[in-house]
């Protein structure tokens, strides 16, 4: 069976949708790795899939203790400022234990999923995971079910 990478970080939207996905995977027998912030493991303790710390810690809780500023800056600008505290402080200074942590799960999988709004941010993980012989899963927010793009690269097949 397959060692399967699912890489999320930050919003429980981003987290939560995919735990079915991983759960279903390990239930098919695959030995599924969901990197993710910490806050996120007690949570999932119970779930067939083994939960990695990302190197981050951002996540609602580090968002809360941030309220003042959001409620501040959240809509001003469009949010813009917003940007300043996701990558300034949760994101940036933690680049290297987070791709650290993502090059030691990648190094035996065969397959990894980065969720779709941080697949621009993990496009260089993806390519990394492409360049280690490894395929990114493409997923699509309009089908139920993702797609899986083989290890050729050009076909694609249903999980």
């Known amino acids: 069976m397959a060692r399967i990478v699912v890489y999320s970080m930050g919003h429980r939207g981003d987290i939560y949708p995919y735990v079915p996905i991983a759960r279903e995977l390990a239930r ?3 030995e599924v790795r969901f990197v993710l912030p910490r806050e996120f493991h007690p949570q999932l303790a119970g779930e067939p899939f083994a ?3 990302s190197g981050t810690d951002f996540g609602p809780l580090a968002l809360d203790a941030h309220g003042a500023f959001l409620a501040r800056w959240g809509k001003r600008m469009g949010g813009v400022m917003t940007m300043r505290l996701y990558f300034g402080k949760f ?3 933690h680049l290297a234990t987070v791709f650290e942590t993502l090059d030691s799960e990648l190094a035996n999988a065969h397959l990894l999923i980065p969720i ?10 993806a390519s990394d995971a492409a360049f ?18 083989r290890p050729d690269c050009r076909t694609w097949a249903s999980l």
């Open 28 to 30: 098919r027998g695959h």
């Open 51 to 53: 939960c990695v710390h």
């Open 91 to 93: 994101t940036v200074p």
């Open 116 to 125: 779709p709004r941080i697949r621009s941010s993990a496009r260089c993980r």
């Open 132 to 149: 280690l012989g490894l395929s990114p899963i493409r997923t699509r927010c309009s089908s139920p079910r993702p797609t899986l793009l």
